[in-house]
C-alpha cells in the first residue's frame, strides 16, 4: 500500500510540474505534453503495463483542460481489462491520503495549523460541549458521529443514492460527540 500511495503522490507532483514542459501557442492554447515528459512517464510505469498486473491512469491538467491521458496495466485481472483514459476508478479513502498533503501543506505554509479550531475556517460547523480542532479531523479524533450510523429518514437508508453533502450535513446534525475529541481513535469518513 506504501508503494502505490508513493506512486500517486508521485503522479500528483510529476502533474504539477508537467505545465514546464508543456509548450503555449500564441493564442494560449496548450500543446500536448512535450515527448521526454511522456517518455518518463512510460518508462515509470513500464513495469505495470501488463495485462497481468493492476495497473495505473495518468492525466495531466493544466489550467483547467486535460493535455494528456493514458493507461498501465489492468483494471480487472480477472478479465484481463485494461486501463485506458476512459477508465473510470471509485478513489474512496485514497483522497484521505491526498486531503491531508493538502492540510500539510498549507500548514507549511502557516495558512492553517493543526490546533485551529475548524470553525476557523468553516463558520457553519456546529458549535459542540468540546471544540473540535483540526487536528482531531486529520488524526481521526474527533468524535463526529459517523453518517452511515445515523437514521438517514425518508425511509430511506444510506445504501441508495446520497451526495456527499447530504451525509456531511446529516452527521453535523447530530447535537453531541461520540466521545471528547482527542480522546479516542475511530476510523471516520466524516473527519474528511
Known sequence: MIRITLYLFCICLFSGCATSDARESADDKIRPAAPSLLAEIDELFADYDKRST??????????????????????????????????????????????????????????????????????????????????????????????????RGANLNWESFFTVQEAIARSLKEPSLDYIPGEKWSYSNINY
Do not use: W
Not at 60 to 71: D, F, Q, R, S, W
Not at 102 to 123: T, Y
Open 54 to 151: 493492476p495497473g495505473y491512469a495518468v492525466g495531466i491538467v493544466h489550467k483547467g483542460e486535460l493535455i494528456h491521458a493514458k493507461g498501465y496495466g489492468s483494471a480487472n485481472l480477472d478479465y484481463g481489462i485494461p486501463i485506458t483514459e476512459q477508465s473510470v476508478f471509485n478513489v474512496a479513502s485514497v483522497a484521505k491520503q491526498f486531503t491531508a498533503a493538502c492540510i500539510a501543506i498549507l500548514i507549511q505554509e502557516g495558512r492553517i495549523g493543526l490546533d485551529d479550531p475548524v470553525r476557523d475556517f468553516i463558520e457553519e460547523f456546529p458549535l459542540y460541549e468540546h471544540e473540535i480542532r483540526v487536528k482531531h479531523l486529520i488524526y481521526m479524533t474527533s468524535g463526529l458521529k459517523e453518517y452511515y450510523t445515523l437514521e
